[in-house]
C-alpha cells in the first residue's frame, strides 16, 4: 500500500505561532499574502529537511534482479492436510497433541524453498489465501548423510515423533514466555521488550495422495502421509541471538538483551531443567505493534531426550558458562531468583522421587487390588 503525505503549509502556519512557524520552515516571519514567503513555504525541500532530522527513511525488501537467464518456473502439486494442534497445560506447561476437524487444501510447491541442517522448507498456497512455509526432516541425526530433497530415509512414524517434538518445543516456549512477561509485571520492569513471541504453528497430516515433496509413494489405512510442521509465512530477514552451543549476550540493546533474559529466566522456571538455544526470529507484528517472532528453536534438557539437537547436560553447561547478565537480567533479579548453577544433587533427588513412585500397578497392589498374592 503506498501512501502519499502532503502539509498544508499555510494552515500549519496560520495554526502556531508565527515565530515558531517561521523558525521551522527556516525563513524569517513574513506576511502570509506574501506570494514569496507563500512559495518559500510550500517547497517541499522544508518537508525533506524535517524528515531527514527525524532519521525517517523509506524501507522494504526490494530486492532488484537482473536478467541473468531465463526465469525458474516453480512446480507445485495439489494436497489436502488435516490440521493437529499442540495443546499447553496453561499451569504445567504439560503438552498433548488433539487432532482436528480442519481440513486444508492448497498447493505445495515440489522443491524445497531452503533447507537447513536437518529440515526442508516448502512453500505452501492455501485456497484460503493464507500463505505457509511447511516443514520437515531429511534426515533425524548429524551422522546421517544428505539425501536428495524428496526422499524419505526413514519411517513415517519415527518422523512423527521428531516433528512433534519441534511444535512441542515452540508451544513450550511460548508457554515460558508468558511467565517471564508476567515476572517482568510481578516485579513492575517496563523497561523491556514485550513484542517478542513465538511463531504460531500447528502438525498437518497429508491425507488421500501425497505430494512430491513428502517423498512418500503412497497413502494407505496402513500408511499414513508425512506430517508438516506449518507456520505461516513470514520475512526471510533473520536475527541470531544464540546457536546450540554458543550462548555469548554480545549484544546490548534492549530486545536483545530482552531475549537473553529470557533464556536465562527459562533455567529457574524450568527448575533447572532445560535451557533454550538457537533463539533466532524475524521481524513481524506482535499485538499490531513492530516485534520479533522467535522460531526453529531447540533445547538442551537434563535427559537429553526433548528431540533432535538436544545435547542434555553438555548443552546445559555451554549456556551456564557463556550467559553473562545484561541491564533486563539486572532489573528483573534472574541472578537471585535463578542463579546459574547446576545443581545435580537437586536433579539426582528428582530422579529418585520418580524412580521411588508407585506405579499403577504397585498401587492397585498396596490397595489388595492387583494379582493374587500367593499365602
Known sequence: MALELYIDSESWAESVDGDIAA???GSKKRSIADPAALSAAKRPRALHST???????????????GLSGPAPVVSRTRITLKRMDCIVDPRTGDMQFES?????????????????????????LSDNGQSYVVKRFYRLTEDSENTAP????????????QIQAEAMRIGLGQWV????????????????????????????????????????????????????????????SVEHFSYTLVHKSR???????????FAHFVWGHSNQTMIFADLQGTPALVGRKDGLVLFDPMT???????????????????????????D????????????????????????????????????????????????
Request: with cysteine; aromatic share 6%.
Open 177 to 236: 514466555m508468558n511467565a517471564f512477561f508476567q515476572h517482568a509485571r510481578n516485579r513492575n520492569v517496563t523497561a523491556i521488550d514485550f513484542n517478542i513471541a513465538f511463531t504460531d504453528a500447528f502438525l498437518a497430516e497429508e491425507i488421500e495422495s501425497p505430494s512430491p515433496a513428502s517423498g512418500i509413494p503412497q497413502i494407505t489405512a496402513e500408511s499414513p502421509g508425512i506430517t508438516w510442521l506449518v507456520e505461516p509465512k513470514r520475512s526471510t
Open 100 to 124: 482436528s476437524e480442519i481440513i486444508l487444501r492448497g498447493r505445495l510447491r515440489n522443491d524445497p524453498l531452503s533447507s537447513g541442517a536437518m529440515k526442508n522448507v516448502y512453500d505452501f
Open 23 to 25: 523558525s521551522l520552515l
Open 300 to 326: 538442551h534438557t537434563v535427559g537429553g531426550n526433548s528431540g533432535i539437537g538436544d545435547f542434555g547436560l553438555e548443552g546445559i553447561n555451554s549456556f551456564i558458562q557463556d550467559h553473562s547478565c545484561g
Open 328 to 375: 533486563v537480567c539486572n532489573r528483573l533479579a534472574l541472578d537471585e531468583v535463578a542463579p546459574l548453577i547446576f545443581d545435580t544433587s537437586s536433579n539426582e533427588e528428582q530422579e529418585e522421587e520418580q524412580d521411588n513412585s508407585p506405579s499403577p500397578g504397585d498401587a492397585d497392589s498396596a490397595n489388595g487390588e492387583g494379582e493374587d498374592s500367593v499365602d
Open 150 to 161: 524428496n526422499t524419505l530415509p526413514f519411517t513415517v512414524d519415527e518422523h512423527l515423533v
Open 51 to 65: 524528515l531527514n532530522q527525524s532519521n525517517m527513511r523509506l524501507r522494504s525488501e526490494f530486492r532488484p534482479s
Open 251 to 261: 549484544k546490548r540493546d534492549l530486545r536483545s538483551s530482552t531475549i537473553y533474559a
